[in-house]
């Protein structure tokens, strides 16, 4: 009966163990799919609203793209703030081959579509400092290599007024409560802030450029804020960390229900099939809310 015992005994801790290593690796899929989750599904979903946004610069910018830049440093007139969420210019690099249209906003939503210009600071040509801030790992990672920018390197704003050109004068890391960067200057310059290092929000990377040149003042029909149509960002809603809690117990319940109906029938496909089709929804819906509670410059 002892020895009976004992081999119950073994069994019970084998099929416990063997539980738990179904779960350690099931959490590991999980982890790897929402890493695939940051760095493919929410770069396709901001390449799609880049060539919306581009869609709507060529209403006004025929080419789509920011041309050389021909005329004097002479900074341009304060112009009305076209408000949260139109775009402002087209921000070409060409020493890091980028080319994101500026969405007017750097909140959470602002950001998921392209480089935001942080509100209250001067627009591309104008006196001032003009300050733009990017994700560098997530939603398009537009500013990904903005640390292999070097001194001299010409970044090209191409906006409803004018062509602008800034050349780069220095790049250094700051702590992210540091918002002296973007704050007025004595010169008019163009200011880009990132995460530093990549893939971690500790600090901030920034880039400083001079304005070079301003080209021809562009003559257009109707006024520029009536031009820069709104796209849609802080109308969004912002999932909380109670959706994580509602979308991660629903995928959980799903993942433990395909388990046992997989143990219990012979139609294992089937039920793998439908435990799919009804998970993958979750597990989206769960990756979104997560992604939501990082920060906003990750």
């Given at each position: 009966?002892?020895e009976?015992?004992?081999?119950?005994?073994h069994r019970?801790r084998a099929?416990s163990?063997?539980r738990?290593?179904?779960?350690?690796?099931?959490?590991g899929l999980v982890?790897?799919?929402f890493?695939?989750?940051?760095?493919?599904?929410?770069?396709?979903?901001?390449?799609?609203?880049?060539t919306?946004?581009?869609t709507?610069v060529?209403?006004i910018l025929p080419s789509?793209?920011?041309?050389?830049?021909?005329g004097t440093?002479t900074?341009?007139?304060r112009s009305v703030d076209p408000?949260?969420g139109?775009w402002?210019?087209?921000?070409s690099?060409p020493?890091?081959?980028l080319q994101?249209?500026?969405?007017?906003?750097?909140t959470?939503n602002d950001?998921?579509?392209?480089p935001?210009?942080y509100?209250g600071?001067p627009?591309p040509?104008?006196?001032g400092?003009v300050?733009i801030?990017?994700?560098?790992?997530?939603?398009g990672?537009p500013?990904?290599?903005?640390?292999?920018l070097?001194r001299g390197?010409?970044?090209?704003i191409a906006?409803p007024?004018a062509?602008?050109?800034?050349?780069?004068?220095?790049q250094?890391?700051?702590a992210?409560?540091d918002l002296s960067?973007?704050?007025?200057t004595?010169t008019?310059s163009?200011t880009l802030?990132t995460?530093?290092p990549?893939?971690s929000?500790a600090?901030?990377?920034v880039?400083?450029?001079?304005?070079?040149a301003v080209?021809?003042v562009?003559?257009?029909?109707v006024?520029?804020?009536?031009?820069q149509?709104?796209?849609?960002?802080?109308?969004v809603?912002?999932?909380?960390?109670?959706h994580i809690?509602?979308?991660?117990?629903?995928a959980?319940a799903?993942?433990l229900?395909?388990?046992?109906?997989?143990?219990r029938?012979?139609?294992?496909?089937?039920?793998?099939v439908?435990?799919l089709?009804?998970g993958?929804?979750?597990l989206?819906?769960?990756?979104n809310a997560?992604s939501w509670?990082?920060?906003?410059g990750?």
């Amino acid at each position: 009966m002892t020895e009976w015992r004992v081999k119950r005994s073994h069994r019970r801790r084998a099929a416990s163990l063997a539980r738990l290593g179904h779960a350690l690796i099931s959490a590991g899929l999980v982890v790897l799919l929402f890493g695939g989750y940051q760095l493919v599904v929410t770069d396709t979903l901001q390449r799609s609203t880049q060539t919306q946004l581009t869609t709507e610069v060529r209403r006004i910018l025929p080419s789509g793209s920011a041309p050389r830049v021909l005329g004097t440093a002479t900074p341009l007139p304060r112009s009305v703030d076209p408000g949260e969420g139109h775009w402002v210019g087209v921000l070409s690099i060409p020493a890091i081959k980028l080319q994101q249209v500026i969405v007017n906003g750097t909140t959470v939503n602002d950001l998921r579509l392209g480089p935001g210009h942080y509100l209250g600071t001067p627009m591309p040509g104008e006196a001032g400092n003009v300050a733009i801030a990017g994700h560098r790992t997530t939603w398009g990672r537009p500013f990904r290599n903005l640390d292999h920018l070097k001194r001299g390197d010409q970044i090209v704003i191409a906006t409803p007024r004018a062509d602008v050109l800034y050349r780069v004068a220095w790049q250094r890391v700051v702590a992210p409560t540091d918002l002296s960067v973007i704050g007025p200057t004595g010169t008019n310059s163009l200011t880009l802030t990132t995460c530093h290092p990549a893939y971690s929000a500790a600090q901030r990377l920034v880039v400083r450029a001079e304005l070079v040149a301003v080209g021809h003042v562009r003559r257009t029909p109707v006024s520029v804020t009536e031009t820069q149509s709104r796209t849609i960002t802080s109308d969004v809603p912002r999932p909380s960390a109670w959706h994580i809690v509602i979308w991660g117990s629903l995928a959980l319940a799903v993942y433990l229900l395909t388990w046992r109906f997989i143990r219990r029938t012979r139609r294992r496909a089937l039920v793998i099939v439908a435990g799919l089709l009804v998970g993958t929804p979750l597990l989206l819906a769960l990756f979104n809310a997560i992604s939501w509670q990082l920060p906003a410059g990750y």
